[in-house]
């Protein structure tokens, strides 16, 4: 029997859309308002998936005070209230948009998460705009 687990978790973080490559008019023409040179921010809502096994002896697929600590240690500390392009070394050269940082979150997390589990990863950056990566 495999199920699917979930963790919702929240941060804040801010972000300017920019390929340093191309001109002012290009990024403006495809980032529009994304491209502020002041930056804009976001409420990002993640939300965690694992799936696997039922264990017979805890009930559980995964300890969810386990998965908690972990998006709080690998994502939570690491992004929230950042600049994704200032203050993080993940995004000092890759283009902080939402499926680039899922697949960032994606990659902490699998780092430290049994290749057991399936693992996905759903990044809301507005109530309407969301990605998933699966790896």
Known sequence: MRI??????H???AHRLHNAAWSDEQNKAVFGLCNNPNYHGHNYEL?????G???ADTGYVYDMKKLSELVKQ???SQFDHKNLNLDTEEFK???????????VIWDK???????DYELAVVLYETERNFVEYNG
């Open 93 to 103: 050269n890759l283009n902080p948009t939402a499926e680039n940082i899922a697949v």
């Open 53 to 55: 096994a039922v264990d």
């Open 74 to 76: 690998e994502v939570i």
């Open 11 to 13: 941060f804040n973080a």
């Open 109 to 115: 997390l699998r780092a430290q998460i049994s290749t």
């Open 4 to 9: 699917t687990i979930c963790r919702k978790e």
């Open 47 to 51: 939300i965690v998936k694992l799936t």
